[in-house]
């Protein structure tokens, strides 16, 4: 596995890029519904979407086989299939409720499917990314749950639901993520099949990596810091992007290009998924940090206008709305790009994913 290294992470680049190609989705392409389904037992059963779709998305599925809501629906109830069954509910009873009771929410499975589209982009196989895709939604819910703690951001609601420690108490509530974050490498390194070693062990790597200093960890602490110091503070487009490009970019970074170390990508193509990644990453981020500015609680599932109840510095305070929703366009267009010298067949559901990300409302 010596060919492939593990790098820190850099700013995104800025520099303008060709997009080869662009799949239209309206905003309202997919809206996630949510049903309760007696299997698995626990979780919330993705049905076909109730899509609002545009005519020319709606030309796209006619003139392509890939169906965009399909996919959505059969990859999420997959994970979470794999998830009720690593997560069983077991002794000690409290603390394994806690854990599924966030993992098994609800929630896009956005980082899972990433990371499932790698593999396959480099010609890998489902199977062999499923553990690590369940490892980084097992590690994405224990980053919410310690989140919305009273001492981070101090929330009452997620996925439309009252936050772990209003159903569980602090104490528990940070057990669970403990326990969540423990039991994603464990699981990572004992259920993944048919790869070798070396490249488990380097996505093993690659995962530490970005939860730690030089990722989530790194963005969650300057965040802390940069949160309500007024303009003395002095946090500008750098700073705001160093935090984000650490505490959300990193993960989707590590769902990629752990798909694409397990599914035996060359070292190019670790690369250029990489970039890739962190480009969706960051997008994900300036779409949140609209989304929050622009829609209500009930819609998002948590509660709207945070950001700036707690004075938070975000893109549409630093760059005004309209230009934030610029900056989004553009990281989608220089992200798409990383992928033109791939097979365009196998790359199909990340330029859907990323153009999901761009136009979600929620």
Known sequence: MGSIRMRSMNFVDSRPQFCFRTVLLCKSFIEFVYRPGPIPQGCRRFKRPLAVITEKAAELEEKTAFRFGDY??????????????????????????????????????????????????????????????????MIHTMSLIHDDLPCMDNDDLRRGKPTNHKVFGENV??????SLLAFAFEFMATATRGVPPERVLA???????????????????VDIASTGGGDDQNIGLETLEFIH??????LLEAAVVLGAILGGGREEQVAKLRTFAR??????????????????????????????????????KLLGLEKAKEFAGKLNE???AQLSE?????????????????NRQN
């Open 342 to 358: 791939f097979d365009q067949d196998k790359t199909t559901p990340l330029v859907a994913l990323a153009d999901y990300i761009a």
């Open 72 to 137: 959505v629906v059969e990859k999420a109830n997959l994970v979470n299939r794999a998830l009720d069954e690593a997560v069983s509910l077991r002794d000690p009873v409290l603390i394994h409720e806690a854990m599924r009771y966030s993992l098994l929410a609800g929630g896009k499975r956005v980082r899972p499917m990433l990371c499932i589209a790698a593999c396959e982009a480099v010609g890998g196989s489902q199977s062999a990314a499923i553990p690590a895709a369940c490892a980084v939604e």
């Open 279 to 316: 480009k969706i990453g960051l997008l994900f981020q300036v779409v949140d940090d609209i989304l929050d500015v622009t829609r209500s609680s009930a819609e998002l599932g948590k509660t709207a206008g945070k950001d700036l109840a707690a004075d938070k510095t975000t893109y549409p």
């Open 203 to 221: 996505a093993v790597g690659e995962l530490a990596k970005a939860i730690g200093t030089e990722g989530l960890v790194a963005g969650q602490v």
């Open 334 to 336: 220089e992200a798409k």
């Open 173 to 178: 509530a940070v057990l669970a993520g403990d």
């Open 245 to 250: 490009l650490h505490k959300t970019a990193a």
